[in-house]
């Protein structure tokens, strides 16, 4: 499915390959990475605000489009929101959430696969 998605890209986008380094990284990840502008202050009208304790209760999207199921009972800390990756965000109240997990990994996340802790 990866390879799919990047091909698609690759064709949407008029170029042979990705512009970003993606050595060892989901490159669809790392394309997505490249686009982001995450917030890292307080957004009047999200679900959740950066600093904030959360628990990941679910994992929303299909395991080949974004598999979080590895993260379900773990609580981290909200990071930073996100708008503008691709993602189909909305401002204020729908972005990705970055949780920072104690084990210093990072990851986006749904408001609905999130609850408050």
């Not at 170029?15 to 490159?27: F, I, L, M, R, Y």
């Not at 304790?53 to 598999?67: G, H, K, Q, T, W």
């Amino acid at each position: 499915m990866t390879d799919k998605r990047i091909i698609w890209w690759s064709e949407a986008g008029g170029e042979q390959q990705p512009s970003v380094n993606t050595a060892g990284k989901d490159p669809v990840r790392a394309l997505i990475a490249s686009w982001a502008r995450p917030i890292y202050v307080r957004t009047e009208g999200a679900p959740y605000q950066p600093g904030q304790r959360v628990l990941v209760v679910a994992s929303i999207e299909p395991p080949e489009v974004a598999d979080v199921s590895e993260y379900i009972g773990l609580t981290g800390t909200v990071e930073h929101l996100e708008y503008s990756c691709g993602c189909g965000q909305k401002y204020p109240g729908d972005p990705m959430i970055g949780v920072r997990f104690q084990d210093g990994r990072l990851e986006e996340f749904w408001f609905e696969e999130l609850k408050p802790q």
